[in-house]
């Protein structure tokens, strides 16, 4: 399923990324340079309640399945009865939103 949207959701995932605390030297994870080469100290993570709940509402977009079925099995039923009927003006209008949303 492709969502568009005007770039907030990705703003608010990139921000929800790694956020070292305030010079407090913690969240360092550097080694020191004298120190054993695996020795790395922690990373503190902290995210914002924005962040948290956008992360929470994209698992809750990935959870959904891509395809309603009983959507798509009552337009299937419609086509094979002959009672489908597509509005040309409406399919116009939404060809043309299109066109103008991808050219902008």
């Given amino acids: 399923m ?10 608010y995932i990139n921000d929800a990324t790694v956020n070292k605390t305030q010079e407090t030297g ?3 994870n550097v080694a020191a340079p004298d120190a054993a ?3 790395k100290k ?7 309640q ?9 698992k809750a ?8 079925a009983e959507k798509v099995q009552t337009i299937a039923d419609k086509i094979s009865n002959g009672t489908y009927r597509v ?15 991808e050219m902008a």
Avoid: C, H, Y
Wanted: glycine content about 6%; overall charge negative; hydrophobic content about 35%.
């Fill in 2 to 11: 492709k969502i568009t949207g005007n770039g907030d959701i990705t703003k």
């Fill in 26 to 28: 913690k969240g360092n």
């Fill in 37 to 39: 080469p695996d020795a």
């Fill in 42 to 48: 922690d990373t503190v993570v902290n995210l914002s």
């Fill in 50 to 58: 924005k962040s948290r709940d956008v992360q929470a509402a994209q």
């Fill in 61 to 68: 977009v990935e959870a959904q399945p891509d395809i309603r």
């Fill in 87 to 101: 509005d040309p003006e409406k399919t116009a209008e939404k060809i043309m939103q299109a066109f103008f949303e």
